[in-house]
Structures are given as C-alpha cells and as structure tokens.
C-alpha cells in the first residue's frame, strides 16, 4: 500500500515536495531505492521552482554532500592522520576497510542520493521544462543536471572501482535513472551501469549544466559551479587539458578570489570570496553532521575524528594551514578558535585531542567548491600534461598561490610531481578528497593497493534483496 505524504522543507520559505511513500514493510512490498520515490505534482512554474530548491535542501543530507561523501572518502583513505575515537559502528567500519553490506549510512547514501536524482529526473522531463518561460526553462534544467551529474559522479566512484585511463572501464558502478518515476507502476528493477557509463553520464550532465546556467546564480549553482566539478572529473579520469580548460575558466573569471587566511574560508554564515558552491546553511535550516563529527566545541562537536601530530608534522612552522591551538577554554566556541588546529574542549565525547577547524559549527555554510582547488587542479593538470600549458601561470607559480596565502614558503625551483600532490592534500585535508586522489595516484592506502575491492561501498543488502539485477561487488562476496 502506499500513502502521498506532503513534506515541506524549510530555506527562508517553505517548500513543497510530494513524495510516495510504501508503508507495507513485508519483503515483497519493498522497491528498489534507485527506482522509486516522487510523483511531483508540477502544474506551475512557482511549484517547479519551489521544488528544485527543495531538491538543494535534499542534497545537503547528512548521508550525501552533508557529511557521507566526505566521511567516506577521509575514512578509507586515513592511514594514521586521522584516527575515529566514536561509538557508531558504521565510520568504525569505513576506518578499518571493511564495511558490511548491512551498514546503515550505506543504505542511506544509496537512499538519499537516489531521491535526489529522481527529483531531477523530473524536473528535467520535457513535459515539465514546457511549463516555464525559456528563461527559466534552461535555470530548472541546468541546475537539476548539475545536482544530478554530481550525485551520479559521486556515486560511480563510491561504489564503482577506480576509473582507469585508457580503459574500457567495464566494472560495475550504479545504475543509471534518467526517467522519473512518478508512480509504483513506474518502478522497474535495473541493472548496474559501468564506470565508464557513470563518468560519461556526470560528464553530459555537468556540460549540459555548464551551457545553461549564467556564470552567475546567487548561492544556487552556476556555469562556474559546473565547470569546476568537470575539471575534478576530468581530473579524475586522466584528461589533463580538459581539467586544466575547466579549472581555468573558473579561475580566470574574475568571479572569485582566495579569503585573506585560510581559516576564513570556514565556517561562515553567507558565501565567501573564495566559495564557488556552497550548501546553505543557518539557524533554521540546517545540516550539522560534519561539526558534530570533526568539532569539539563548547555547544558543538563530538570530536570523534581526531588529527594527529604526525599529519600537522607535514607542515612547514610558519604555515598557517598546520597551526595549532593548544591554548583552550573549555567555553571556547569557533569564534574562539583563530587556528586551523586546536586542541579539542568538547565534552559530548573527545576533548584534548587535535581538532580541525574547517568543520566547527553547525549553522555555517557547508562549502564544497573552493577556488583554493582549482589553482591546485590547474597545476597537477599542467604538470601533467606539459603540453596543455594552460592559464597564465606555471604549476610553480599556481602552488604559490595556494602557498603565499598560507605564508608557508615559496618555492624558488619548478614543482615536482610529490610536492603538487602534498600540497593537494595540505589544501583540502578534511574536505573528501583523499581517497579519490591516492586512487587517481594509483598510491597504496596502508596494505591496501588502490583498487582493493574493500575501498569501495557494498551494494546496501536491502538493494540486492529487492532487485534481482543488481550484482555485488567482488569483495563483498568473498570477504577478501
């Protein structure tokens, strides 16, 4: 049986998202989640536009962009930096390589983020396009496509083993959904895509996105926005003059530009200079899942990623990104904190530990495109592929960007391909990248090569049971 539930969402407005809703628990009345949820009732442009930033909302969920993307990829990838101190039993798994195929922030994910999808498989439909005016025709679609490119990128790289340039990259990632299901009649079972056919799919989606969307579109996504997930795609998959094209677009527009310190591009309550996209946060309507796992704060964190010295050891004296705090009060909040490290004062569960900064309160803007990666983009890029060139500055000269605002010292001779990455990972530890970049390395994670089968997600139990199609990762089937 099945019940229509009206939920609304709140971002200074409120939004409505109609939603299907299956009630009936036996096995057989269990639909796969990449097939199912929302019949949107769309018959006006005002409720078109209202749902596509309900879908933003959606996005932010704690099992997707909130915190799970970045849980996963700083979990797989921690070989001592980093170390989880908590109770839950689901990042304990990621931390130790070997997550079940019952754990629950997995079935959330595949939950969460095909819900998204399936909005924007809506709102994409040409039925509903035909609605609006020819403005706001291309904003609806463009917008949809990059949620969608970007949630079905994360996905294939989640659950699918490494890209491999070169390839025919047969290995399964996620199936495709690119037609709304509105109705249980719609819902059908399907099979995986291949990884190839996930990174083509983000790729037409994202330039789709790219081509309609203005360069700019307040805190919603822009042409920029889209540019800048294509140059980590690109990236990603070995296109080295594509990635720096991409990146250099962004940088090159003038639209943006790096915080005085590398603190400031933190926990802040409207977009700063230096954010590209950034989820919105606030009092009212927010996420705090990534401040109540990295902070430990009077009122905010529980501390349970702790940073060790043997990471903020990699940093040169004066660069301000390895800072540490060690001065603290246990009233201290994040305005307290002038530091990229401090140590922990929360009581929830760690405290005296070393803390990151980035994530530290709850109501603040969840960035997740800084201008800081895309000089770093443009100059592996160009390393990479000496032949690109380019941008105006050499990969030297686009490291010391990053590098002087830190006030860490510049480099005098050209950048080595270690010293590019190092910074990469001195930039945007804690922001979800590591485990996609020691893959694209092909650099071993503590015993594990970079394409171990148990560095990537299980298909959730509950997906396998309900639909025949799906196939499980190797891994998971033998345990080794």
């Known amino acids: 049986m099945k019940n229509i539930i009206i939920n609304t969402k709140e971002l200074l407005l409120l939004v ?239 639209l943006f530009s790096l915080t005085n310190t590398p603190l400031k591009a933190f926990n802040n309550s409207s977009n700063s200079p230096e954010d590209i996209f950034a989820f919105q946060n606030n009092v009212a309507s927010n996420n705090p899942w990534l401040a109540v796992m990295y902070a430990s704060l009077n009122g905010a964190g529980r501390g349970d990623y702790e940073i060790q010295q043997v990471f903020l050891d990699r940093f040169d004296p004066s660069d301000e990104r390895g800072m540490f705090q060690e001065n603290t009060e246990s009233f201290y909040t994040i305005d307290n904190i002038n530091m990229m490290y401090y140590k922990g004062v929360g009581t929830i569960v760690n405290s005296n530990g070393i803390n990151t900064s980035k994530w530290g309160d709850y109501y603040t803007n969840l960035n997740l495109i800084r201008l800081a990666e895309m000089y770093l983009v443009r100059a592996e890029a160009n390393f990479e592929d000496p032949g690109a060139d380019i941008g105006p500055n050499s990969p030297t000269e686009d490291i010391n960007v990053i590098r002087d605002r830190a006030h860490a010292p510049l480099y005098t001779a050209p950048v080595t391909r270690d010293q590019i990455r190092e910074e990469r990972y001195l930039e945007l530890c804690w922001e979800g990248f590591r485990l996609h970049d020691l893959k694209r390395w092909k650099q071993n994670i503590g015993d594990y090569p970079y394409d171990a089968g148990n560095l990537i997600l299980p298909i959730p139990f509950r997906e396998m049971e309900v639909n025949d199609l799906l196939v499980q990762n190797d891994w998971y089937l033998s345990g080794k």
């Open 16 to 254: 409505p998202v109609f939603t299907l809703l299956f009630s009936c628990t036996e096995k057989l009345d269990l639909m796969p989640k990449q097939s199912i949820d929302a019949a949107v009732a769309l018959t006006t442009p005002a409720n078109i536009k209202a749902t596509l930033v309900g879908t933003y909302l959606d996005g932010r969920s704690q099992w997707i962009f909130g915190t799970a993307f970045n849980e996963y990829s700083e979990l797989y990838a921690s070989k001592g930096d980093m170390l989880f101190l908590g109770t839950f039993e689901e990042p304990r798994e990621f931390i130790q390589k070997e997550a079940t195929v019952t754990n629950g922030y997995v079935e959330n994910t595949w939950i969460q983020a095909y819900e998204v999808i399936n909005t924007c498989n809506t709102l994409v439909d040409p039925e509903i396009l035909a609605i609006l005016d020819e403005e706001d025709r291309n904003m609806v679609e463009g917008e949809a496509r990059f949620l969608r490119g970007w949630t079905y990128f994360e996905l294939t790289r989640l659950f699918g083993l490494p890209y491999e340039a070169g390839a025919a990259n047969s290995q399964p990632a996620v199936p495709l959904m690119l037609t709304p299901t509105k109705d249980v009649a719609d819902a059908v079972n399907v099979p995986r895509n291949t990884v190839e056919e996930g990174y083509s799919q983000a790729l037409d989606d994202l330039t789709a996105a790219r081509d309609l969307l203005p360069e700019e579109n307040d805190v919603y996504a822009s042409s920029l926005a889209a540019s800048a997930i294509l140059a980590r795609i690109h990236l990603q998959m070995g296109n080295y003059a594509s990635a720096a094209t991409e990146a250099n677009q962004v940088i090159q527009s003038g």
